[in-house]
């Protein structure tokens, strides 16, 4: 049977690939002008899908950390995992609430969907630098 430490390196590089793709991958959506009515439920459905996979996966880092027996890493890996879960219910129903509002009133709420995208793409790029820190002291 393989260590579990080994385990736990495999969960932080799965956790930091799924990071890093959503993040490359969320930036070019910040130029959409949401003109097009598919465009906010597009911008969701990619944060939901992305808010799920980095759920499970920091959840099974977590996991694997206790198992090795880094206590530190698990409560860091859980952190991300609880922090990904808090932002998917509180950044997505805004997101769709904008994202209505565009297609009611017009483009003015652009920047406030824009704004909210923003925050999305930082806490994923403070998520990413901090799993890429913790591969230093794995």
Same mark, same amino acid.
């Given at each position: 049977?393989?260590?579990?430490?080994? =385990?736990?390196?495999? &969960?932080? +590089? *799965? #956790?930091?690939?799924?990071?890093? !793709?959503? %993040?490359? $991958?969320?930036?070019?959506?910040?130029?959409?002008?949401?003109?097009?009515?598919?465009?906010?439920?597009?911008?969701?459905?990619?944060?939901?899908?992305? =808010?799920?996979?980095? &759920?499970? +996966? *920091? #959840?099974?880092?977590?996991?694997? !950390?206790? %198992?090795? $027996?880094?206590?530190?890493?698990?409560?860091?890996?859980?952190?991300?995992?609880?922090?990904?879960?808090?932002?998917?219910?509180?950044?997505?129903?805004?997101?769709?609430?904008?994202?209505?509002?565009?297609?009611?009133?017009?483009?003015?709420?652009?920047?406030?969907?824009?704004?909210?995208?923003?925050?999305?793409?930082?806490?994923?790029?403070?998520?990413?630098?901090?799993?890429?820190?913790?591969?230093?002291?794995?």
């Amino acid at each position: 049977m393989l260590p579990a430490h080994l =385990f736990a390196l495999f &969960f932080t +590089v *799965a #956790l930091m690939a799924i990071t890093a !793709y959503f %993040l490359l $991958g969320s930036v070019p959506l910040l130029t959409l002008k949401h003109d097009n009515p598919i465009d906010g439920p597009f911008v969701r459905s990619f944060y939901i899908t992305y =808010f799920k996979m980095a &759920f499970v +996966v *920091a #959840l099974a880092t977590a996991v694997s !950390y206790g %198992l090795a $027996g880094r206590p530190v890493f698990a409560v860091g890996a859980a952190a991300i995992a609880a922090l990904t879960w808090w932002v998917r219910f509180h950044f997505v129903p805004r997101m769709d609430q904008l994202s209505a509002d565009i297609q009611t009133q017009g483009p003015d709420r652009v920047p406030d969907f824009h704004a909210i995208h923003k925050k999305a793409i930082l806490i994923n790029t403070t998520q990413l630098m901090t799993i890429l820190c913790s591969l230093g002291f794995f």
